[in-house]
């Protein structure tokens, strides 16, 4: 089947008895196939987000939308208490007429609904500390509002995923298969990643011990998950809930920070450009704070930096595990491209740790004034 296309029995499935369904192509998202639909006819009339889920990298597309349809159901449920408007403020999922909330075709595609919602964009890059403050709010308040959700019940859609051990020990085996013959040129890389050997416990240890709570977190927190409003330009929506799973809140926190206070691109060849902004810091980490509504506990608000630091080590331990395979998992451009990539992730690595004591006097003055 192409990809692009919706079979009939898809449509029929979640949009029974519509005399008329304009169904097209929408977004710019990477993973799913993404549709708009404009659908009219007995069963109600509407614009409508029809998803194909991409089940090579969701292996189980039905646990996931378990988690979807819990976390959304809750959120819905607090909105509502909180005076909020659920449907513009979370996702909702629109059920098949047997009240499922996936739909598997007959060629095997899962796909999935959601109400269409109106008058929103959709950045794909910061244009400025503002925009990246805006995000860390909805990202915050996501976290609040889900503060005393059971995390433990949401099944893990990618296991190990920010297990940082694992991928420490992923990259060990790569160094010593060394299948793609490029060890010996980047010794110094793996002797910046082998120097923080026993760093890389530092986040799971403290979960595991129960210092770190295990909250829901949504794993792929990019400023184009966030739909914000075209009339106040605030960011009104979390969106895009596929790897929402049971993992720290600082990791969440900690990734947004890699990607979003970088001054350089995560593939810029000179790292004469790249370190951590601490203006963008601070920017995301009042929005994340302000928006967490005091929900984090104190062991959360210290292990801030730490997230920071371990999001970007593990990122970059990720990159060069796959240049020394062969670049087998991230899709490469030009030669070394993911050697690149670690590099200014390990620079970025450096900076923070270079920059900590600022670091952790902007999130004491924050969290004083915030939380
Ligand atoms: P990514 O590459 O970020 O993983 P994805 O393939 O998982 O993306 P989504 O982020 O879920 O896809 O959706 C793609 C785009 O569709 C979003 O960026 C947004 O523009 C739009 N979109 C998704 N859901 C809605 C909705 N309920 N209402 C309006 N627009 C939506
Ligand atoms: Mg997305
Ligand atoms: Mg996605």
Redesign the pocket.
């Given at each position: 089947m192409n990809q692009k296309t919706v079979p009939q029995e898809v449509l029929n499935t979640f949009f029974p008895g519509t005399s008329l369904a304009d169904v097209r192509s929408?977004?710019?998202?990477?993973?799913?196939d993404?549709f708009l639909v404009e659908a009219s006819g007995s069963s109600g009339s509407g614009k409508f987000?029809l998803?194909r889920i991409n089940s090579e990298i969701f292996q189980h597309p039905e646990e996931l939308m378990e988690n979807i349809q819990g976390v959304t159901g809750w959120l819905r449920k607090k909105i509502t208490e909180e005076g909020g408007d659920p449907a513009r403020e979370t996702?909702n999922l629109r059920l098949t007429a047997d009240g499922k909330p996936i739909f598997k075709d007959a060629s095997g595609g899962y796909w999935r609904v959601?109400?269409?919602?109106e008058n929103?964009s959709?950045f794909s890059q910061s244009e400025s500390a503002e925009d990246f403050y805006q995000s860390a709010l909805s990202f915050g308040h996501f976290q609040r509002l889900l503060a005393d959700y059971p995390a433990h019940t949401l099944h893990e859609t990618i296991p190990h995923f920010h297990d940082t051990p694992v991928r420490f020990a992923t990259f060990e085996k790569a160094v010593a298969a060394d299948s793609a013959g490029r060890a010996d040129s980047v010794r110094e890389e793996i002797a910046f990643v082998t120097a923080r050997r026993e760093y890389v416990h530092t986040l799971v240890d403290k979960q595991a011990s129960g210092i770190l709570p295990l909250r829901v977190t949504h794993n792929?927190t990019?400023l184009?998950?966030i739909?914000i409003d075209n009339e106040t330009g605030k960011g009104i929506c979390v969106?895009?809930l596929?790897t929402v799973m049971p993992g720290l809140s600082v990791n969440d926190f900690g990734d947004s920070i890699r990607f979003g206070a970088s001054t350089g691109a995560e593939d810029e060849p000179d790292l004469t450009k790249v370190s951590c902004s601490l203006e963008l810091f601070e920017a995301y980490t009042k929005g994340f704070l302000e928006g967490c509504g005091g929900a984090l506990t104190p062991a959360e608000l210290d292990s801030l930096i730490d997230g920071a630091i371990m999001m970007t080590l593990e990122c970059g331990i990720r990159f060069l595990t796959d240049h020394l395979e062969g670049d087998h998992y991230f899709k490469i451009h030009r030669e070394n491209h993911n050697l690149d990539r670690a590099r200014t992730q390990f620079k970025l690595v450096s900076d923070m740790e270079a920059k900590r004591s600022d670091m952790e006097a902007i999130v004491k003055k924050l969290a004083a004034e915030l939380c």
């Open positions: 929408y977004g710019d998202g990477h993973i799913n993404t987000i998803q996702l959601y109400d269409f919602i929103t959709c792929d990019k184009n998950n739909l969106i895009d596929d």
